[in-house]
């Protein structure tokens, strides 16, 4: 029958794949490293050289469906992961015990701490942002169970990306919708945050990951984004400005020779900041490696430093992590699953230092990274991992982004077909 | 036979659009992602496009000149249509979802300009899902006045969320909104009016005007007379409910 050919079509188009990109954090004194793969949630103990145990009173596995968002506080005492399970987990990083579990009412898909560690924010899949009070919470005292009050929202958009500003006044939200909203983060958040400071509105498709470039002469920071349309931009964001594009897909060599992109390949999937906040450590879907920008703060401009390639290994990073403490930029690469394929959930975790305007970075290898290979045993699950699955596992990631943030197209030739079920045009048959 | 056959969507004795062909559904999904462009910052906005006796060429705009009133859900332009020469002087935009009417909207401004030169030159319509893009359109502090003029009621529950007045998308209203510009609100569904009123009285950046205000307001007049809803409502002899509200300053709002 014609329809339920159209009806293939369209579902063709869009290969159901649900899969979750691994995803690390780094604590800001490096004292851990967290990585997250699918419901997994890894966490690797520098000072003690072992694997953290963690301790929930719901018992392992303490996520049942995928880790969408994990973070540090900025001042190290927690730490938070959220994600396809509907909850957010907050845990304490000294004894690695979850101290409050947040239930969301749909799936969660950015999480962010506030600068004094007194709120936990999340964003929800229908665009809505929540606050959580979480004061008191490192005293190892569990907080039990606590209801989210609803903070903003983005009418029926995605946000990929929640970040507070260095100072703490603001709350940022990136959205589907190629927007960021600027919000003065109030005293009491649990009323609602309700002063929009500006919009920074510049990008042609999703922003994807926020990042602020700390700078003495510019305590609010200034802030670097990364989205699908390829390019890093650059933001004042008391006036919503832009000040500064850069096309970094282009710059990094990824387009054809012809200059055109393929349609959608070259998002910006995350974005970090370094030491002095100069370097901006950038991660493109087909970029095996990553592109290092540095920030010229007076001139208010981005420029392309370096393109670091890892050696040896098709290295797609799903995720960028810095320790300001250490200097080091660790990066994970992996997915929750592959569908048709038998491979268990891939993580590969790789670290660069040296990261400087001067030098030249130096990949480590897996002997020369902190943890050695006990890290990478905890973290990866082995200690080495099968590259061979690491390009279709970047595939199965940049598909999964496209079909969440990128608007379906809906052919015109069904449209009729498609509209058999609306009641006006039922009573027509 | 042909001859016939031609529509005639403009009226030859009028010179405006006959309303028979541009008939659409009075509901529109406003979380379908229709593909019509929007601009990707307020500065992007072409106004000579829509002005083009005040602004010919599309670099004249130089910011100096600003839409200042927004008619959210204008539908067939009643409203607009009156503010347009009651405020010669001051730019004005309907923003519609449903394109059939969006088109009706165009094409009556258009044959209004030709049979009044110099007129209805203020006003204009755009195709847009203002639910998601009022930022793209609008700085901040630009607007003095916006309405929303008998809105979709979404009746159920589950769908409250998609109505245009709430506590979220107040912030934006807000946002675009100078303070001590207003934002007027009318329904002739109670509940829909209820919850329009309480939503602005909760929130922190609006303010009630008093009962002296609304009476020196020309334009309150104008919310249940001038769209062909409210007159609609008028001939069934039905009750209307609105809330006007003054953007605030958050520090001023003394409840």
Known sequence: MEETEAEAEVESNRDNVEVAPALIAVHPEQ???????????????????????????????FHKDSIRAIRFGSRGKLFVSAGDDKTVKIWSTESWRCVC??????????????????????????????????????????????????????????????????????????????KIRVTNFPKKPLNGAHEIQSFCLGHTEFVSCLAFVHARECPQGLLVSGSGDSTVRLWDISSGVLLDTCEVAAKAGLLESNGEAEEHGHAVTDLCTTISGLLIAVAIQSLQGLVLLSC?????????????????????????????????LWMVTGVSSLPACNYPPLSRVRVISAIDAEQEPVVLGDDEIPGGEKLLETLQGSASVDESAFLAAAEAVKTAMRNLLIKKQYPADNRESRKKTRNDRKLKM | MPETEVKATISKSTGLPRKRFYRARAHSNPLSDSHFPVPISPSQFDYSLHYPQIFPSSD???GSRKIQFADIGCGFGGLLISLSTLFPETLMIGMELRDKV???VKERILSLRVANPGQYQNVSVVRTNSMKYIPNYFEKAQLTKMFFLFPDPHFKEKNHRRRVISPFLLDEYAYVLKAGGIIYTITDVEELGDWMKSCLENHPMFEALTEKELEADPVVKLLSSATEEGQKVARNGGQTFQAVFRRIVPSDKTS
């Open chain 1, 31 to 61: 004292t851990s490293v967290a990585v997250a793969v699918g419901p997994d949630l890894r966490v690797f103990d520098l000072l003690a050289g072992s694997a953290a145990s963690l301790v929930d009173e719901c018992g392992a596995p």
């Open chain 1, 296 to 328: 010229d703060v007076s001139a208010q401009t981005l420029s392309v430093s370096k393109v670091v390639s890892i050696a040896g290994e098709a290295f797609v990073p799903t995720c960028l992590g810095f320790s300001p403490a250490e200097g080091k």
């Open chain 2, 60 to 62: 004249q705009a130089d």
């Open chain 2, 102 to 104: 969006t088109e009706y």
């Open chain 1, 101 to 178: 579990t947040v239930s969301s009412e749909k799936r969660v898909s950015a999480v962010a701490i506030s600068e004094d560690g007194c709120h936990v924010c999340f964003a929800d899949k229908f665009g809505v942002v929540w606050v959580v009070d979480v004061a008191g919470s490192h005293e190892h005292v569990a907080l039990g169970d606590r209801k989210p009050t609803p903070l903003l929202s983005h009418y029926c958009s995605i946000i990929p990306s929640l970040e507070f500003s260095p100072d703490g006044r603001f709350i940022l939200s990136a959205d589907r919708d190629s």
